[in-house]
Structure formats: C-alpha cells, structure tokens
Nanobody, 120 residues
Framework: QVHMVESGGGMVQAGGSLRLSCAPS????????VGWFRQAPGKERSFVAV?????????YYADSAKGRFTISRDNAKNTVYLQMNSLKPEDTATYYC????????????WGQGTQVTVSS
C-alpha cells in the first residue's frame, strides 16, 4: 500500500522559510489530490493546502496559509512541495502529507510527518 513520505522540516526563526517535500512510497501514483495538513500539540490535525492532481493543478489554501505558503508539484520527481515563507511561531506543528484517491471522500496514505518549529 502506498503511503506518503514527508521531509524538509526543521527549526527556523520567525520570518524564515522552509520547503517541505512529499513523495509516494511506491512508483504508481495517480491520486485525485494531494494535501498538506498539520497538527500542533494538543490540537486536531488541520488542513493547510491541497493540489488537485488532474488538469491545471488547482490549489486551495487555508486562510492561515494564503499569501505565505505555496503548494506545487514536480511531475518528473513525483513530488509535491509546500513552500512556506514568512513563518510564524503559530505555524509550529508536525506537517503531514496525504493523498485522496479518485472517488474517495477523505485523505489517507499518511506519512510519518515532518516537524516544523518556528521560534520567535
């Protein structure tokens, strides 16, 4: 079963940038969408950004991510990125990448997550 593999997290000061990467563990990968979610300690996992796989690759963002984060993909590398700029301490969380299959309603195939820590 394919699951996603995240990388790129780390520690950064407020105002800094990080780029997260997400790739499927298997070769065959044809999702309907790939999304980034995050979970801070004591909080539920929440939506950050999603990229629709087909067509022009429409993207959607949580209000907290708009204008600061960009989700994109590299087809040749079968990798989805989350470029995060102007990071804030409240962005501190474990970031997860998940995929949603064609005809499915929810995201799954979660990876182990990658930790992002933003200091003030």
């Amino acid at each position: 079963q394919v699951h996603m593999v995240e990388s790129g997290g780390g520690m950064v000061q407020a105002g800094g940038s990080l780029r997260l990467s997400c790739a499927p563990s298997g070769r065959t990968f044809s999702p309907a969408a790939v999304g980034w979610f995050r979970q801070a300690p004591g909080k539920e996992r929440s939506f950050v950004a999603v990229l629709i796989w087909s067509g022009g690759g429409t993207t959607y963002y949580a209000d907290s991510a708009k204008g600061r984060f960009t989700i994109s993909r590299d087809n040749a590398k079968n990798t989805v990125y989350l470029q995060m700029n102007s990071l804030k301490p409240e962005d501190t969380a474990t970031y997860y990448c998940g995929s949603r299959g064609v005809g499915e309603q929810s995201f799954g195939s979660w990876g182990q997550g990658t930790q992002v820590t933003v200091s003030s």
